[in-house]
C-alpha cells in the first residue's frame, strides 16, 4: 500500500490510502488505528490487515482536493546515516577545493576512515523539523550554499533491542523519499570544530518527506531502486539504493545495541553517490523547485523559498 497523511481546507489531518489520483480515507471513526500514521504502525499487523479490507468500501477524495503532509509528520526519533561511498568520495573531494590551503583531492584518492566500512555512521537529527510534499523550504538566515540530498528513508515497524541484521526487515514498515536540505556554510563551519552537523541541517522544514509511504510487501527491503533528482526540471543527479555499503537491516543491528528502538522511528540512508549539489560544486536559488522521485515510490517536490533580509 501507499499510505499517505493529508490535510483538507479545514486543517483536519486524516490517512489514507494512495491509489492514483484518489485518497482511499481510513475513518478514524470506525477503527481508531486509523486516527494518525503513527497509530496505524503501532497497530502492527493487525492495523495494516484492517486498512486492506477498509480499502474497497472506504469513501474516496479527490488527491487535488486535499494537501499531503509528511506521512508521519513527527517521528518518534530521526537518524540518518552515511552509506553511498561515491557520495562521501565526491563531497569531501568538492571540499578539498572549497576549504583555504587543502590541496585538491580526485575522489578516488579519498581515503575514509575505516570505521565507515565497518559499522554504520550516522547522527540523530530534528524529527520537529519534518516537511511535507508541496512544501516551501526555508532559506537559513546568512547561508550562501543550500544544497539537496537525495536520499531513501525507511520507518520502522515495531520496537527491539540488540536486533540482528538477518531479522531487520521484521522491523522495516516502508520506505519513503527524503530530501536532507543542507547548509553547507553552516555545516562545514560547525563541523570544523568538531561537532556537527547542527546548523547546517536542523532549520523548521529541512526535513523533507514523501509523497507517500510504501508498504514492505510492495517494495521489499528497498534495493535497486533507481533515484533521480531534478532542480527546475534538469536532471542534476541519478543512483541507484543498491550501492548502500550498509543495509538498514545493518543499521538496525547497530543502532539498537543496547539501546531500544522503537515503532515510528525514521532512518535515513544517507545521500546516493552523485545525489546533492556539494557533489557537482552546484547549489540551489532561491524559487527553485527541487523534485526527487524514487522508484515504486513516486516524487517528492518542495520549493525553496526566498532569502530572508
Not at 223 to 240: F, H, T
Request: glycine letters at 12%.
Amino acid at each position: 500500500m501507499k499510505l499517505v497523511t493529508f490535510e483538507n481546507g479545514a486543517g483536519a489531518q486524516g490517512i489514507g490510502i494512495l491509489d492514483g489520483d484518489t485518497i482511499a480515507v481510513l475513518d478514524a471513526a470506525a477503527n481508531p488505528a486509523f486516527g494518525s500514521m503513527l497509530a496505524l504502525i503501532e497497530g502492527g499487523d493487525d492495523a495494516l490487515s484492517a486498512a486492506r479490507k477498509a480499502q474497497g468500501s472506504a469513501s474516496r477524495i479527490a488527491l487535488s482536493s486535499v494537501r499531503l503532509r509528511a506521512p508521519v509528520p513527527v517521528p518518534v526519533q530521526m537518524r540518518d546515516s552515511l552509506t553511498f561511498e561515491l557520495h562521501l568520495r565526491q563531497a569531501r573531494a568538492t571540499m578539498s577545493k572549497l576549504t583555504p590551503g587543502v590541496p585538491d583531492v580526485d575522489p578516488a584518492d579519498v581515503v575514509l576512515p575505516q570505521v565507515w566500512y565497518d559499522q554504520p555512521i550516522y547522527y540523530k537529527g530534528n524529527r520537529f523539523s519534518v516537511s511535507g510534499p508541496e512544501a516551501t523550504i526555508i532559506w537559513p538566515q546568512g547561508e550562501t550554499r543550500l544544497d539537496y540530498e537525495l536520499e531513501l528513508g525507511m520507518i520502522t515497524s515495531r520496537g527491539g533491542q540488540d536486533i540482528k541484521a538477518a531479522d531487520g526487515q521484521d522491523h522495516v514498515f516502508g520506505f519513503l523519499v527524503f530530501n536532507d536540505f543542507s547548509a553547507r556554510d553552516h555545516q562545514m563551519l560547525e563541523m570544523a570544530g568538531g561537532l556537527g552537523p547542527a546548523k547546517g541541517k536542523d532549520w523548521k522544514t529541512a526535513n523533507a518527506m514523501g509523497p507517500c509511504l510504501v508498504t514492505k510487501d510492495e517494495i521489499g527491503d528497498g534495493s535497486g531502486l533507481e533515484m533521480i533528482a531534478r532542480v527546475n526540471g534538469e536532471e542534476w543527479s541519478r543512483g541507484n539504493s543498491s550501492s548502500m555499503h550498509h543495509s538498514f537491516g545493518r543499521i538496525l543491528e547497530h543502532v539498537s545495541r543496547d539501546e531500544e528502538v522503537r515503532a515510528g522511528e525514521f532512518f535515513g540512508s544517507g545521500t546516493v553517490g552523485g545525489g546533492c549539489g556539494l557533489e557537482l560544486n552546484r547549489y540551489l536559488n532561491p524559487g527553485d523547485v527541487v523534485e526527487l522521485e524514487i522508484e515504486g515510490i513516486g516524487i517528492l517536490r518542495n520549493r525553496v523559498a526566498d532569502k530572508r533580509r
